[in-house]
């Protein structure tokens, strides 16, 4: 079976499909990816599981009809050529375009993974926002009902879709735990009798594209409200400029490590290592997540977590186990989060082993992969898998 991943960032294909990738190769698939970057490193991956990297032209943070037929070219000619038993295409651009053309191009079998809705489907504020979601469902819409099978990372986008109409009656839908999380490339690095802890120099991290929706500003200012009553609590962002319109500019952030509020670290390649020297983990996100992978990093090495009460994120806190849900883009309760944790540093430890375990219960990626193997008929349904409460197939239209 030959297999073509499509998605509009080359560097997921490795962060958040890479475990995926190394099933279908180990399942016996042939595995060809395309994404709109050429990246070495992305090849040099898809290689070591005897794939190909073949990126096609796309600018990826915007759908413009009138200049994206060189991208439907671009994959028409790739399906053509390489003649797949399936495309698996995940994220919106390679949705909505790849599950049309790869019905015009004749792939027999096409799968869609809606990873998360971005701001997209949020509420718009103004009239080019409101005919961009216009255009999109639209896309949404058409696209959805060439696929065999749609994947989805939470219930309440699930909802949205059904209660929209979006998707197609007799499709099966079915809803992951997020990407998943590798427990062995993240593991466990517990915060027992952590020095620095202890001495007040906490350290809180956000790992995220730095995008408004994402909370950077929120996070930035709660920073600086609590460094001015606990000088010694670090505040370390992560995370590369992007090209969205909702983006962060590069001048905000520089202002703010100018200022001394927080260190601006970029692009981490090794971002295990990082999270290793962390405690705390916040995204005070309103973006219109899947499951944030980031999140789920976090969840995996035993950090507590703050972060919303929205779409997605809120799957990251069980109860307050392991960290709080905030209110979205609301300051004052992302620094009542900061300032309980600088109050009661053993809580720090205690929510972190919480966070772990909820990274083992729901969110190992071998259980996701699993509920995608299934569907698309390389492995069979495991007990666990048909009894589980988390993660389980739906039917649109049912």
């Not at 375009?97 to 509420?123: E, I, Q, S």
């Not at 995008?211 to 460094?227: D, H, N, P, T, W």
């Not at 969205?244 to 971002?271: C, F, I, K, S, Y």
Request: glycine residues 6%; charged residues 20%.
């Amino acid at each position: 079976m030959k297999v073509i991943v499509l998605t509009a960032d080359a560097n997921t294909l490795i962060y958040h499909r890479g475990d995926l990738i190394r099933e279908f190769a180990g399942h016996g698939c042939r595995v060809v990816t395309s994404a709109a970057e050429d990246y070495p490193h992305v090849r040099a991956f898809v290689q070591s599981l005897g794939g190909r990297h073949e990126p096609i032209r796309m600018v990826r943070s915007r759908v413009n009809l009138m200049k994206d037929w060189i991208t439907w070219m671009d994959m028409f000619r790739l399906f053509r050529r390489e003649a797949p038993d399936a495309l698996f295409a995940y994220t919106i651009k390679s949705v909505v375009y790849g599950c049309v053309v790869a019905r015009l191009a004749g792939v027999p079998r096409v799968y869609a993974l809606l990873p998360g809705l971005g701001f997209t489907f949020v509420k718009p504020e103004t009239l080019k926002q409101a005919a961009v979601q216009w255009v999109s469902k639209a896309l949404h819409r058409f696209a959805l009902k060439r696929a065999d099978v749609i994947f989805m990372q939470n219930r309440d986008d699930v909802q949205l879709f059904t209660e929209m109409q979006m998707l197609p009656a007799g499709v099966p839908v079915h809803v992951t735990a997020g990407s998943g999380v590798n427990l062995d490339e993240y593991p466990h690095v517990p915060l027992d009798g952590n020095a620095d802890i202890a001495a007040g120099r906490v350290r809180f991290v956000l790992v995220s594209r730095l995008l408004v929706s994402k909370g950077v500003r929120v996070f930035a200012e709660a920073a600086r409200q609590i460094r001015q009553r606990f000088p010694l609590a670090e505040f370390h962002l992560v995370g590369p400029f992007d090209p969205n319109p909702n983006r962060v500019e590069e001048a905000e952030v520089q202002q703010w490590v100018h200022e001394g509020t927080l260190t601006h670290h970029g692009m981490v390649r090794d971002v295990p290592a990082l999270l290793k020297t962390m405690h705390v983990f916040c995204l005070p996100t309103w973006y219109r997540e899947g499951v944030p992978h980031a999140t789920l990093e976090a969840l995996s090495t035993g950090r507590a977590v703050i972060t919303t009460d929205s779409v997605g994120a809120r799957e990251c806190v069980r109860g307050t186990e392991n960290g709080f849900l905030c209110p979205p883009r609301d300051v004052a309760a992302v620094v009542q989060a900061m300032t309980y944790f600088m109050e009661n540093p053993d809580q720090i430890a205690i929510k972190g082993r919480a966070s772990r375990r909820l990274a083992e219960e729901v969110f190992d990626v071998r259980l996701v992969n699993q509920i995608i193997l299934s569907a698309m008929r390389l492995a069979p349904e495991t007990a666990a898998q048909t009894n589980s409460a988390t993660p389980c197939p739906l039917t649109s239209g049912a």
